[in-house]
Every structure is written in structure tokens, then in C-alpha cells.
């Protein structure tokens, strides 16, 4: 997974067919779990690039 900021979030989009963007604050525990989850989805997902 990589960070996005408003630098490269158009360019992402604008280049891929899907594109899953999790938002989350680093003091919620619910957007914790998530990274957690996705970062466990990522390698059975059939993905080109991973963001």
C-alpha cells in the first residue's frame, strides 16, 4: 500500500481501472483495523499494483 496525498491521488485514479482508497485517522481504532485487514486482503486479490 502506498499513502496518497492530492500530489498523486488524480494520477492513481486517472491510471487504473479500480481503485480502493481507505481514509482513516491514526487515532481511530475501527481505520486501524481496516489497514489491518486490507493489508491481509492484498495478497490473495488479483492486483497489478498495490498503492
Given at each position: 500500500?502506498?499513502?496518497?496525498?492530492?500530489?498523486?491521488?488524480q494520477e492513481i485514479?486517472?491510471n487504473?481501472?479500480?481503485?480502493?482508497v481507505?481514509?482513516?485517522?491514526s487515532?481511530c481504532?475501527?481505520?486501524?483495523?481496516?489497514?489491518l485487514?486490507?493489508?491481509?486482503?492484498?495478497?490473495?486479490m488479483?492486483?497489478?499494483?498495490?498503492?
Amino acid at each position: 500500500m502506498q499513502t496518497l496525498d492530492q500530489d498523486n491521488l488524480q494520477e492513481i485514479v486517472a491510471n487504473n481501472d479500480t481503485v480502493v482508497v481507505q481514509y482513516m485517522a491514526s487515532w481511530c481504532g475501527n481505520c486501524r483495523l481496516m489497514k489491518l485487514n486490507l493489508k491481509n486482503l492484498l495478497p490473495k486479490m488479483r492486483i497489478l499494483h498495490s498503492y
